[in-house]
């Protein structure tokens, strides 16, 4: 059963209205995406599995821990890619697999373009970053493409969601969670999310 996490946490939610502001110029923009990411990883990595680790302190020997996990960062091609700098700092140790997909304007289904995953999966967690899940076509894509390469732990991470692609992500895959700084109220006829913050890719690459 999917759990879907919408951040409450007050610095998340003064951030989100920063980013949503139509006055917020791409430097910005991309700096927020950054801290937001940063924030909203911070509570999805929670039950990240750790190991001890010896070391010895100025003062003493003692047992400290170590992640034990390899992670995986997967963005989706092009406005996941403000969203893996402020995972990065956070875990430098962390595999960066970026997925391209484009919409069959026939099928209206997406397909992939761009995806170089190895033969064997490399990463034991994969965090899906996609700041908009809007229809969920291509949240629901990358699953699928990640469990054919052999991913078990995957965790979608995005900034706004909207209702319908939260419903397409969690019937389609309902044993990834989701973890939001924000669940909006619906679709236009365009499937851009209301509120929103208009397109995300546009808005970080300065190509509005
Ligand atoms: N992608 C965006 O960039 N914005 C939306 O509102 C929906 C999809």
Redesign the pocket.
């Known amino acids: 059963m999917t759990e879907v996490h919408v951040s409450e946490h007050p610095l998340v939610k003064h951030k989100l209205t920063l980013l949503r502001d139509k006055n917020t110029d791409s430097k910005r923009f991309r700096e927020l995406i950054r801290e937001i990411t940063l924030l909203i990883a911070y509570e999805a990595l929670s039950d990240l599995a750790v190991c001890p680790k010896e070391i010895e302190t100025p003062l003493t020997a003692t047992t400290g821990y170590k992640l034990a996990e390899p992670i995986g960062l997967v963005p989706i091609l092009r406005?996941g890619l403000g969203m893996v700098e402020g995972i990065w700092e956070m875990i430098p140790s962390a595999e960066v697999w970026h997925i391209g997909l484009f919409r069959d304007e026939k099928t209206l289904r997406p397909v992939s373009y761009y995806n170089r995953l190895p033969i064997h999966p490399t990463v034991s967690v994969c965090l899906i970053l996609d700041?908009?899940l809007?229809t969920g076509g291509s949240a629901v894509k990358t699953v699928e493409i990640l469990k054919n390469w052999g991913a078990h732990r995957i965790k979608f991470l995005g900034l706004i969601g909207a209702p319908e692609g939260v419903a397409a992500l969690t019937a389609a895959h309902p044993d990834v969670d989701i973890y939001l700084a924000a669940l909006d109220s619906h679709l236009n006829e365009h499937?851009?999310?209301v509120p929103?913050?208009?397109?995300?890719?546009d808005r970080q690459f300065g190509t509005a």
């Open positions: 406005s700041p908009m809007a499937a851009y999310i929103g913050l208009g397109d995300a890719g």
